[in-house]
């Protein structure tokens, strides 16, 4: 099998499109999943393109936009783009920072057809909240913007990345989106592409510290049941078995990025020798179904020993590419979360030492390719 087929028109309509409007944003998180060359905003899609790739996600069968970035609220047409994606029929979710969105603006977002917003927070504590962020005074903004957003009557759903450098405060971390009023809340463990790929000895937990937390989560599920309801994300390197990535290369989810750029996967760019389309040159629907990058990993056929014969197979769908990439030199290995690839070791002897070693500073994420240093 290769992939999940709609009748004999090619590939199953992807779930849901997320929009990447910019790459700019306020915060400077040192585990940004955006890649280390950040598109400028001169190059990013004008509104009316943004507007006609809206319209070609809904008639492929999309049921979802997540307006992402960056920090999506540094474009002054979100609202338009939100209205025209809800008269689409798309269900519209805002992915943000919370730092640059008064009440008076949520609420002209909100009246334009917004049906959820996703938070990040950095921390319970505010100080290492704003340190983490890389910005002074964020975590006072964003439990501000998160007491809008349940005024307005919008469901909230709060994401908390968590690391060695907050872990010691998960527990407090949950009360906090529970207190916020939060119906969901993704505890996500950094995953390691991108920034993160870059900060890994300064954020890489121990086994014991990743043990605790698991422990943590699964107590407060149990507390909070019918309340707020959890997903729960264990870095790769201590995985036994690889995590469908996004539920599958070019199965579920297509990404647009600021240029136009139409992607399996946020990192999907860091694999060298696929080239991908734009949503400039070729329509979104003929990217989906035939492009040669979507193709590459789709489906099973493409799969080495033994994730060809895996009874999990078209479970998780061979992993991460991206992560096999950064650890083997070979985007088309096994991935190494998976404790039948020959590297697996090696990813685990990796996080041992990075998560024993002296702590780093940050290398802050920043435009202009110099990137800022922790003080």
Excluded at 69 to 95: C, F, M, Q, W
């Amino acid at each position: 099998m290769t992939t999940t087929r709609n009748g004999d028109n090619g590939p199953a309509p992807p779930l849901a499109i997320l929009a990447e409007l910019t790459h700019r944003c306020p915060l400077r998180c040192p585990y940004c999943a955006n890649p280390l060359e950040l598109e400028r905003a001169a190059g990013e899609l004008d509104t009316e393109t943004w507007a006609r790739v809206l319209d070609e996600a809904a008639a492929l069968g999309a049921l979802q936009v997540h307006f992402s970035g960056g920090e999506p609220s540094v474009r002054k047409d979100l609202e338009a783009l939100t209205a025209h994606a809800a008269r689409a029929g798309l269900y519209t979710n805002l992915i943000t920072s919370g730092v640059l969105v008064d009440q008076a603006r949520l609420e002209a977002l909100a009246a334009a057809g917004l049906d959820h917003v996703q938070l990040s927070i950095q921390d319970s504590a505010p100080g290492n909240a704003d340190r983490i962020g890389g910005f002074a005074g964020g975590h006072e903004r964003k439990m501000a913007f998160a007491r809008w957003v349940r005024a307005a009557g919008l469901p909230l759903t709060v994401n908390a990345p968590v690391h060695r450098q907050n872990l010691d405060r998960l527990g407090d971390i949950i009360d906090l989106a529970a207190s916020l009023g939060a119906r969901r809340l993704e505890v996500a463990h950094v995953q390691y592409y991108g920034w993160a790929y870059r900060n890994r000895a300064a954020l890489m937990p121990t086994r014991a510290e990743l043990d605790r937390a698991t422990e943590t989560v699964e107590r407060a599920r149990a507390r909070l049941k019918g309340t707020m309801a959890f997903d729960y994300v264990v870095p790769d390197y201590y995985a036994r078995r690889p995590k469908a990535c996004m539920g599958g290369w070019a199965r579920q989810f297509l990404n647009v990025t600021p240029t136009g750029k139409v992607l399996p996967c946020h990192a999907a760019e860091t694999i060298p020798e696929l080239a991908f389309d734009s949503v400039l040159n070729r329509p979104l629907a003929e990217i989906w179904r035939d492009s040669a990058a979507f193709q590459q990993f789709r489906g099973t056929d493409w799969m080495p020993k033994p994730c060809r014969s895996c009874e999990r197979r078209e479970i998780d769908w061979g992993g991460c590419r991206c992560q096999a990439l950064a650890i083997t030199g070979d985007a088309a290995a096994t991935d190494p979360a998976c404790a039948l690839s020959p590297h697996h070791g090696a990813l685990v002897a990796l996080a041992e030492a990075d998560s024993h070693a002296t702590t780093p500073p940050f290398v802050y994420r920043r435009h202009g390719g110099h990137a800022g240093k922790e003080p």
